[in-house]
C-alpha cells in the first residue's frame, strides 16, 4: 500500500503505509503500556502529515508544532486528538484551538496569562513542560510549582493537567543526562495527578524508564534510527519513504572530461556517465560529494560532479546501462537514508524533512 508525491519535475517520493503500520506494531512491542502520540512536524518528517494521519486511526493522539499545521488535519477530517508542541497562540486562536479539541504545551508565563484572560466555551487541555536538561522551551524545575499552581487555578484549563519534558541525549546511550532527566522530572512532579510524557524514538528504543504514559516517536515511526551508526532495518523498523528519479541520459565522456558546475569532477578515463532527473530544488543536499551512493537498477552507483538545481551525474557501468528512464533510487529499503545521510554529511532529519517543504 504505497502513495506516490511528486517532488519536482521529475523526481517522486513513494510512501508505504504498510511499512508505517509496521513502525507502530514495533514502538507498541517495545512500550507495551503507553498510549502514543504520533509526531506529525513539518509534514510528518517530509512523509505527508494528511496521509500520514489518515492511515494512523488507530493512533490515540497527533503532535504539531504549529497551529496552522493542527488545521490542515482537522480540514482534513483528521479527528483524534492534537497536542501543539511549540506554537504561538493570539487570544482568537486559542479560542479556534479549544473549538478544534486541540491541545497545548505551555512551557512560558505568557501562556499562562492568555489562558487567564482568555474567555473560552469549554476549558482546554494542556500539558505542563518542564525543562529537565533541554534548555529550550519548559519552566526550570524551580518554577514548576509556581507554574502548576497557576494551572490549577485558572477555570479555563481541564483538570487534572498533563505533564511532560523533552530529553536532549538520549540517542548517546553513554550520557547520563537521559537518566538525570528522568529523576528530575520524577522528583519535580511526585504526588501531581496527570498523564505524563517523556520518551521520544530514543528513548522508546533505549530508556525504558521513560515510557510512561504517553510516548512521542518521530523519526523511528518513519522507519528511520534515531542513533548515530545505526540504521532503521538494524533496529526492526522499516522505511516508509523512497525517493526515486528518471534517468534522463546516458553520456560517454573522454579522458579529462569535467563534469557540471566548477568542474569539480575530471574523469581519469574515458567514461559513461548518466543523469538522473533530481537536485537540489527537490530535497537533494547540494553539498553532497562525490561518491554519493545512488541506487540503480540493482546496484549502487557513485554521484560525480556538483549536484544542480534539477540534474545529477553519476558514473554508470558501460557493460551494464540501465535503459532511459528507469528510476534511480536516492533512498529507500534498497539504500538507507542513514547511509545518505552520512555520505552527505547531513542530518538524518534534514534529509527526510527538505522532500516536504517543496
Request: net charge positive.
Amino acid at each position: 500500500m504505497a502513495q506516490e508525491i511528486k517532488v519536482g519535475r521529475n523526481a517522486t517520493k513513494e510512501i508505504d503505509l504498510n511499512a508505517l503500520h509496521h513502525n507502530v506494531k514495533q514502538i507498541k512491542r517495545l512500550a507495551p503500556h503507553s498510549k502514543i502520540i504520533a509526531m506529525l512536524k513539518a509534514d510528518a518528517y517530509g512523509h505527508g502529515a494528511v496521509k500520514v494521519a489518515q492511515a494512523l486511526t488507530e493512533i490515540a493522539a497527533l503532535g504539531v508544532a504549529h497551529f496552522e499545521e493542527a488545521l490542515t488535519l482537522r480540514r482534513a477530517g483528521i479527528t483524534q486528538p492534537i497536542i501543539l508542541m511549540s506554537s504561538y497562540l493570539t487570544a482568537e486562536q486559542l479560542q479556534r484551538a479549544c473549538e478544534e479539541n486541540l491541545q497545548w504545551v505551555i512551557h512560558s508565563t505568557w501562556q499562562i496569562h492568555l489562558l487567564q484572560q482568555t474567555s473560552l466555551n469549554k476549558p482546554l487541555h494542556v500539558w505542563l513542560k518542564i525543562d529537565t536538561g533541554m534548555h529550550r522551551l519548559g519552566f526550570l524545575p524551580q518554577e514548576a510549582a509556581a507554574a502548576w499552581q497557576a494551572l490549577q487555578a485558572c477555570e479555563h484549563v481541564q483538570k487534572p493537567i498533563s505533564l511532560m519534558t523533552h530529553f536532549a541525549c538520549a540517542d548517546d546511550l553513554n550520557c547520563p543526562l537521559t537518566s538525570q532527566q528522568i529523576h528530575l522530572f520524577n522528583q519535580v512532579t511526585a504526588g501531581w495527578p496527570g498523564a505524563r510524557s517523556l520518551a521520544n524514538s530514543a528513548g522508546i528504543f533505549a530508556w525504558p524508564a521513560s515510557h510512561a504514559d504517553w510516548v512521542r516517536p518521530g523519526i523511528m515511526l518513519y522507519g528511520i534510527s534515531p542513533f548515530s551508526g545505526k540504521t532503521g532495518a538494524e533496529l526492526q523498523l522499516k522505511p516508509v519513504m523512497r525517493v526515486k528519479a528518471p534517468l534522463l541520459a546516458i553520456r560517454t565522456l573522454p579522458a579529462g572530461a569535467c563534469i557540471g558546475y566548477g568542474s569539480t569532477y575530471r574523469c581519469a578515463e574515458a567514461s559513461t556517465m548518466g543523469v538522473i532527473g533530481i537536485g537540489y530544488g527537490d530535497g537533494y543536499p547540494r553539498r553532497a560529494p562525490n561518491g554519493t551512493p545512488v541506487y540503480l537498477e540493482g546496484r549502487i552507483v557513485p554521484l560525480v560532479g556538483r549536484v544542480s538545481m534539477d540534474m545529477i551525474t553519476v558514473k554508470l557501468d558501460p557493460c551494464a546501462l540501465p535503459p532511459i528512464g528507469t528510476e534511480a533510487i536516492l533512498w529507500g529499503p534498497e539504500l538507507p537514508i542513514e547511509t545518505v545521510a552520512k555520505a552527505t554529511r547531513t542530518f538524518v532529519y534534514e534529509l527526510a524533512c527538505q522532500t516536504g517543504i517543496l
